[in-house]
Every structure is written in C-alpha cells, then in structure tokens.
T-cell receptor
Framework: DGGITQSPKYLFRKEGQNVTLSCEQNLNHDAMYWYRQDPGQGLRLIYYSQIVNDFQKGDIAEGYSVSREKKESFPLTVTSAQKNPTAFYLC?????????????FGSGTRSTVV | QQPVQSPQAVILREGEDAVINCSSSKALYSVHWYRQKHGEAPVFLMILLKGGEQKGHEKISASFNEKKQQSSLYLTASQLSYSGTYFCGPFNDMRFGAGTRLTVKP
C-alpha cells in the first residue's frame, strides 16, 4: 500500500544539536509539506515543496531547513537555532490537480529537547 | 491568516449532535476537513468545492458557503469513535484552523 513514512517516531535531541527528520512517500505525489504541532495547538506550516528542487518557507521556517532532491523525499533538518522544546512534526503530501483525496499525512515524529 | 474555527472544544454524550464552524477572512474556493485522534496523524474526511455543496462521511456531513466564506461540519448521532480534533482549511492555502477538540462520552 502507498503512504508516507516518517522516521524516527521519537526524537530526543540535545540543545545545540542539528537533527534530520525523514519523510518518504510512494504515492507519486508532487507536493510535500512539513507542519509542526505544539501541544494543544493546531498545525503550523514550516516548509512546502510543489516540485522537485524547489521549496518555499511557510509561517515558522526559522530554525529549519529542507531539501527536495527527489520526488519521494522531503527531509527536514531541525537546527540548533530551533528552541522549541517539544513538538510533533507532521509531513504531508498531495497530488496536485486532484482535489478529492486531500492531504495524506505521515504518522509523525515527536521531538523533545533533553 | 489561519481560518477561524468555533467552538474550540465541545463535549457530547453518545447520540448527541454537534456543529463545528470554520470561517476565513480570505476568499474561499474550497474547504477540506480532517480529524486527528490523540497522538495520531490527521485523516482526511472530505473536501467541499464552491457551489454550496454538502458532502458526507459516515454520519458526518458538511456544507460550504463561499459567499459567506464559511463551512460547517455536522456530526449527527455522535459515536465514541468521533472523538478527536477536527481541522478545517482552505484547500489552496496550506493553512489550517487551530482545531476543535470534540469529546464524546458514553
């Protein structure tokens, strides 16, 4: 079955450490997105990519970086500049031009600063 | 700007009905709705396109009024499985409302 795979499921990072979250999809979707969900909060857009080798900042891009070298992959790097102690990171994808299926989300990565 | 959802939270007994509203200050051409259970990823429920159409999913339906820039989600005869946080968003904007936490109790 097709879907989105995020890893790791849980992430413990030290202050000053850069870490990379993986997001892979085999849905042949063109667009991919990263969202952050803080405890009890909604989804906030970090970065998005509509096509390979192109990506755009979302509303809370500071302290993050991404790349989109392959259609299937959209890794997110959380840099040492990102101070948020606990967050749930969600990756999503969508087939552009076909609206009825909406976004498909991965199962998420829960990040904690130790 | 994020769409605005109301109420922020609602508690129901099994079998009761609920309405969740979503409004936008920007022009809405389509709206999509998701449900997220605790600790899990959001799951797509439905998308509504302009034309005031209604869609259904289980006993959950929704309406969309693009002139008023509003959408409403209707949960009828709620079941325990309906518990979760519901998000709306304009489909072309990639942003979501802050969510409505729905709790259904026996």
């Amino acid at each position: 079955d097709g879907g989105i795979t995020q890893s790791p499921k849980y992430l413990f990072r030290k202050e000053g450490q850069n870490v990379t979250l993986s997001c892979e999809q085999n849905l042949n979707h063109d667009a991919m997105y990263w969202y952050r969900q803080d405890p009890g909060q909604g989804l906030r857009l970090i970065y998005y990519s509509q096509i390979v080798n192109d990506f755009q900042k979302g509303d809370i891009a500071e302290g993050y970086s991404v790349s989109r070298e392959k259609k299937e992959s959209f890794p997110l790097t959380v840099t040492s500049a990102q101070k948020n102690p606990t967050a749930f990171y969600l990756c999503a994808s969508m087939k552009t031009g076909i609206l009825r299926y909406g976004y498909t989300f991965g199962s998420g990565t829960r990040s904690t600063v130790v | 700007q994020q769409p605005v959802q109301s109420p922020q939270a609602v508690i129901l007994r099994e079998g009761e009905d609920a309405v969740i509203n979503c409004s936008s200050s920007k022009a809405l051409y389509s709206v999509h709705w998701y449900r997220q259970k605790h600790g899990e990823a959001p799951v797509f429920l439905m998308i509504l396109l302009k034309g005031g159409e209604q869609k259904g999913h289980e006993k959950i339906s929704a309406s969309f009024n693009e002139k008023k820039q509003q959408s409403s989600l209707y949960l009828t005869a709620s079941q325990l499985s309906y518990s979760g946080t519901y998000f709306c968003g304009p489909f072309n904007d990639m942003r979501f409302g802050a969510g409505t936490r729905l709790t259904v109790k026996p």
